[in-house]
């Protein structure tokens, strides 16, 4: 949300912008900066927090994610965006492993992918992003339909907001449900509990 008053006025502007270089500059509100279509109401909204901080990579030299210091490794991503929602609502919902991912990498890709991002087995590439804490979710979730293919939307909702998991870095940033990590990160053991509460 950017925030600016002046020239005898003064009020709130809903805006998102990439970059606020040159643009605002003060007077910024960094909070509320989720936005569509994670704001839906029926949708899970994931964050990212930083998973990975060191790989050995295809050309077999080690590489750091400067984003991902030591003092951030479990911590939301700095590209993560935050709640509320513009009219106020929780959101993301939960949060998973967002930096770093080894992704399956197309041959055909072009241009060829430099060696520090590409995989030692020269098959993945490592990336970062909320688009890739949003297939984890999406993965587990997969695992719950099929355990319980009458699962509705909602109770699957439901399910990853009460299995979340939290830790110091979770609520660092307020009690739960947070702005920044939602109900906490993805328990994936968690959804696997059955109705009687053992393990499947």
Same mark, same amino acid.
């Given at each position: 949300?950017?925030?600016?008053?002046?020239?005898?006025?003064? *009020?709130?502007?809903? *805006?998102?912008?990439?970059?606020t270089?040159?643009?605002?500059?003060?007077?910024? +509100?960094?909070?509320?900066?989720?936005?569509?279509?994670?704001?839906?109401?029926?949708?899970?909204?994931?964050?990212?927090?930083?998973?990975?901080?060191?790989?050995?990579?295809? +050309?077999?030299?080690?590489?750091?994610?400067?984003?991902?210091?030591?003092?951030?490794?479990?911590?939301?991503?700095?590209?993560?965006?935050?709640g509320?929602?513009?009219?106020?609502?929780?959101?993301?919902?939960?949060?998973?492993?967002?930096?770093?991912?080894?992704?399956?990498?197309?041959?055909?890709?072009?241009?060829?992918?430099?060696?520090?991002?590409?995989?030692?087995?020269?098959?993945?590439?490592?990336?970062?992003?909320?688009?890739?804490?949003?297939?984890?979710?999406?993965?587990?979730?997969?695992?719950?339909?099929?355990?319980?293919?009458?699962?509705?939307?909602?109770?699957?909702?439901?399910?990853?907001?009460?299995?979340?998991?939290?830790?110091a870095?979770?609520?660092?940033?307020?009690?739960?449900?947070?702005?920044?990590?939602?109900?906490?990160?993805?328990?994936?053991?968690?959804?696997?509990?059955?109705?009687? *509460?053992?393990?499947?």
């Open positions: 949300n950017l925030v600016r008053g002046g020239n005898g006025g003064s *009020g709130r502007i809903d *805006g998102w912008v990439f970059s270089s040159g643009v605002w500059t003060t007077l910024l +509100d960094s909070s509320g900066t989720i936005s569509s279509p994670a704001t839906a109401n029926n949708v899970v909204a994931v964050a990212s927090y930083c998973s990975k901080r060191t790989w050995t990579a295809n +050309d077999n030299a080690n590489y750091n994610d400067t984003a991902c210091t030591a003092g951030l490794l479990g911590d939301s991503s700095t590209f993560s965006n935050h509320p929602t513009r009219d106020g609502r929780m959101k993301p919902d939960v949060s998973a492993p967002g930096q770093r991912i080894a992704a399956a990498l197309s041959a055909d890709q072009s241009p060829g992918e430099g060696a520090s991002t590409t995989a030692r087995d020269g098959r993945h590439k490592l990336m970062n992003g909320t688009s890739m804490a949003t297939p984890v979710v999406a993965g587990a979730l997969v695992r719950s339909i099929q355990a319980s293919p009458t699962l509705t939307a909602a109770a699957a909702r439901s399910a990853l907001q009460a299995q979340a998991r939290t830790d870095k979770v609520t660092a940033h307020g009690a739960v449900p947070n702005y920044v990590f939602g109900y906490g990160k993805l328990d994936v053991l968690g959804l696997r509990q059955d109705r009687d *509460g053992h393990r499947r």
